[in-house]
């Protein structure tokens, strides 16, 4: 946690709501952010109360009050963003980070965002899922001229509808998200809502996607699917912070995908509702239980839970290879290959030539292998009983019954109650498996039996 940061970010807000109307005339300090580590929520200082969302790995931007207006200051500008520890990846985004802040404001509030663009290139800002006057959506060209470097341009309209919404580019749209130019804009309730649930914990995040080469620390701007780096909110696990909540909270957890492709959200031992999109809530009679909800691109989900199974629950992308470092992507299939007397024939070709995946890629997550600076590990992450095997878009939902109400900190490793876990079967063993079954080439196994549709019958 990098609260002393925060808390300096939330006391500049403060102080400013009182400074003198000279000062209000001019341009709000830009809060910066220089940790990737998972903010406290930030209690409004002032303007309407609201209940904070959590952003993993992210923060929230302060805010000063002008004459009623919520005033917000964005600077869009390369970043350096360390996606996991000892993994820094040159970045475009705002206000220091990639992702930039989460904008949080309240239905009704009248919000001005000031941009400064501080990139080589034009930029602006669309404000995903908004309703609001058509010369303040930020496509470039359409709706306004782009923002040059340099110059600061402002936005403002009224929050007219609470949601989960997002904010990115809309100028050189396709190098700008690939570089990580992207946000969260959450609007809350103004008091009570028929659709929308009081929850004790609402998290928030980005799905988002780079193609770093292991070694290199720029993203190729022009990949479309194929990226090796799969993230939330510009990081992968096991740097990602995990989701805690006290059991028997009722948890919300927003997801808004700018990757290239569609991400099923999964979360293991508790079912969940989507309670709303970026279209706004879902009506309650709309809402089914799901245990995984596709988030296509451009999409927002909202999910809700109840936190009522205690333990250390996977929470993924269950597209397994968004769950893989950037070393697995290139990897050929070695299932089945035997490779005695190889290894040493090839070597003396290709001196760092090494066997993987003869038996699966399970051993990659233990190896300790080598790796080419500025990367990590394809599998990685060890939990109390020995390597996940994961990475990217993967973390756990921690639920613990003595997590105090509004504390976020990693509660550690969860305890398996004794006669709760699976265990090693100590009878009589399974008898022998059948020898596996070889095939000469050409002579697939099953041949003989496999028959040609009959014809006779199947004719129309
Ligand atoms: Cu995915």
Redesign the pocket.
Known sequence: MNRRNFFSGAATAVAAASVSRVALAALPEPAMQSSADTAPPLHPPTGRPYNPVVTLNGWTAPWRMNAGVKEFHLVAEPVVREVAPGFMVNLWGYNGQSPGPTIEVVEGDRVRIFVTNRLPEHTTIHWHGQRLPNGMDGVGGLNQPAIPPGKTFVYEFVARRPGTFMYHPHADEMVQMAMGMMGLWITHPKGSHPQIATVQRDYAFL?NAFDVEPGSMTPKVNTMLDHNI?CWNSRVFPAISPLVARQGERVRIRVGNL?M????IHIHGHEFEVTGTDGGPVPKSAHWPEVTTDVAVGQMRQIELIADEPGDWALH???SH?TMGAMGHDVPTMIGVQHAGLVGKIQKIVPDYMVMGERGMADMGAMEMPLPDNTFPMMTGTGPYGPLEMGG?FTTFKVRASQAAGDYRDPGDYTQPAGTQAYEWQGAPASTPRPARTTTPGTAPGAASARKPATSGHQH
Do not use: E, G, R, Y
């Open positions: 799905l799969w990757t492709t569609n991400h099923p992308c269950h597209k968004h878009m």
